[in-house]
């Protein structure tokens, strides 16, 4: 036992190393905020709160989290750590990809032993697999998979993608084979929970035995056919996924003819700039928008290396059987993503995710094949450049005006990064600059449901409520089911004093909205306004349900219950909002009234007092305490509270009325 610990020293030392620069790389990345599409699928996600639902992901435009459960479920084990608090989501984003990382060694490792590959490393597979595995884990093109959190997605999937393959060479070099073969099913069924990306996996795995193990397709069927047949029917659970959540990941993308022509031509530049970005990882970008290709010229320079490429890789599958097995991974692992034709997104930097492996232990293991141990020391020092640009990156992600600044001033023509800019000066309170922002972003993107609430928003904001709701307007239109459009529409429509336009929009956002406790309270006020209270009440009380904790709810719906006569529902909710918000001085004012009524005097004298504490020129407060005092037999302190009250409020009749009574 004693020796055979001795023979695996170099693999966990090696191990222990990635593990370590990894860390070095990332020690800057924990205080990293929210980013992005973050704010949807983390902090806008009520399923990640409770394990009981985490299963369950929302579905629908903007959540990454649709369709794919565990990582869902590994957001909520987060959420039961630190709640919204970043660090434990950056930690588990971070022990992801060092496990990738080394299950990409043991992967490299164990394929440089294979027979089909014998003599080319001449006993030096450990420290190629270390220095192959070692450049992936500290490329800085990995930032935007590890730091930026959302995109777990994809490095969550990327590990159970590379356990997959880890897996098969195991299920069919081990003795005893059995084992091997259920964790590698299990593997690739766990991925398909994660990505949709992961369909690839099983068409790679076949490709994989070909290569290094059957010698063709033929023996490789006939030698594993159980395996081989369990990783296609993974694709089975894939498929429920998505037809559960609605088939076209919430009209992330389409599938029409147009569409298709449209998106694989902006697919060559994608890929040319990954090819780009894996061999000189420079400039990268967070958020490049949709580049949308209106002639062929534009294509062309891009085209010409993707093209032979892609012929390379067709004549190497052929001629250079390892080679072609690395390329045609490049292309397939891409291929989900460059297919279907995303609306939102052509070229995405974390899609490079898991090709990237296929880049590097191509170029590194040409590399070391031809010039063996000479070059090993000039790849290290390209590993260590590379963790120093990755904690350079993650300093970008560390402040989002940083980021988004950055991302602008490389891809001025993003619209989306040019909003999101505007969304952080908005969020600072520099609202000419978040419309100039805004403004910039539609006009690049007029179609941009997202950019035009934006600047409906600053509209609202600065005194605009129907050029607001104009804005809203034509987000709905181009996003039907735009729920927040919806819902500010109608707050807009009340400040106007319009509450009859301002119930179907209400109405509709309470049913589009995943937590709809604000939509409820906004309709409820819109039925106020047109004397409906007992259905104003049953919105507030929907409201409440939602989010037990949203205090105005529970204020305006204790202002209707008291109205009503039920003093005893509403001194609870009464009760309830000045404890949730004990600087509301509607609160506890309105609560002295009901306390007032049902013959609790003293109780009533402090709420009131509790109101002219946080608003001491509260006229109607200092009017209810006068006539609690007048009750109390205190009429000099009665007199005082009637006169402030007339002071506060001059028109306040009713208090120029208890003066005179009281002269």
Partial sequence: MWTNIQAKRPVWLAGAAIALAALAAYHNSFGGPFLFDDEQSILHNPSIRSFSTALTPPGGFGFTVSGRPLLNLSLALNYAVSGTEVWSYH?????????????????????????????????????????????????????????????????????????????????????????????????????????????????????????????????????????????????????????????????????TPEAFAGYWLTQFEAVARYLQ???????????????????WTQVLPYAVPVVAAAGATLWAL????????????????????????????????????????????????????????????????????????????????????????????????????????????????????ARQRYELAVS????????????????????????????????VRILPYFAQARLRTASALLRLGRPAEAVAPAVEATRLLVEPAEAYFTLGQAQAMLGRPAEAAESYRAAVKHDPAQAEARLNLGIMLAQAGELAGAREQLGEAARLRPQLPEAHANLGIVLAESGRLPEAVASFQRALELRPDYAAAHYNLGNTLLRLGRVEEARGHFTAAVKAAPDFEAAREMLERLR
């Avoid at 995710?353 to 000479?374: D, S, T």
């Avoid at 989306?416 to 908005?426: D, I, M, P, S």
């Avoid at 007029?446 to 804005?471: C, H, M, W």
């Fill in 91 to 255: 930690a588990l984003n971070l022990l992801i990809h060092v496990l990738a990382g080394l299950t990409l060694f043991g992967l490299v490792r164990r394929t440089l032993a294979l027979p089909v590959l014998a003599g080319r490393f001449a006993g030096q597979e450990l420290p190629a697999a270390f220095v192959i595995a070692l450049l992936w884990t500290l490329h800085p093109l990995q930032t935007e998979s590890v730091t930026y959190l959302i995109q777990r997605a994809e490095s969550l999937m990327g590990l159970f993608y590379l356990l997959t393959l880890y897996g098969f060479v195991r299920a069919a070099t081990a003795a005893s084979a059995r084992g091997w073969q259920v964790a590698t099913v299990a593997a690739c069924a766990l991925g398909m929970a994660c990505k949709e990306v992961m369909v690839t996996a099983p068409v790679v795995a076949v490709l994989y035995d070909r290569t290094f193990l059957a010698g063709s397709f033929r023996a490789a069927w006939e030698r594993r056919r159980g395996l081989h047949a369990g990783l296609f029917a993974t694709w089975l659970p894939l498929a429920w996924l998505v037809a559960t959540a609605g088939g076209d990941r919430g009209g992330t993308f389409v599938l």
């Fill in 277 to 295: 970005l894996a061999l000189w990882p420079s400039p990268l970008v967070f958020e490049y928008g949709v580049t949308p290709v209106t002639a």
């Fill in 318 to 433: 052929r001629f250079r059987p390892v080679a072609g097995f690395l390329g045609a991974a490049f292309f397939l692992i891409l291929a989900p993503t460059s297919l279907l034709p995303g609306i939102t997104q052509t070229i995405v930097e974390h899609r490079m995710y898991l090709p990237l492996a296929a880049v590097i232990a191509l170029v590194a293991g040409a590399v070391m094949a031809a010039l063996g141990r000479r070059v090993w020391p000039v790849l290290l020092v390209l590993a260590l450049v590379a963790g120093g640009l990755t904690a350079r990156r993650n300093a970008d992600y560390q402040d989002e005006f940083r980021l988004w600044q950055d991302t602008v001033t490389k891809r001025p023509t993003s619209a989306k990064a040019q909003n999101n800019l505007g969304r952080v000066h908005f969020l600072r309170g520099e609202l000419p600059e």
């Fill in 444 to 475: 690049l993107d007029p179609g941009s449901a997202q950019t035009r609430y934006n600047l409906g928003l600053v509209l609202d904001a600065t005194g605009q409520p129907e050029a607001a709701i104009a804005q809203y307007a034509e987000a």
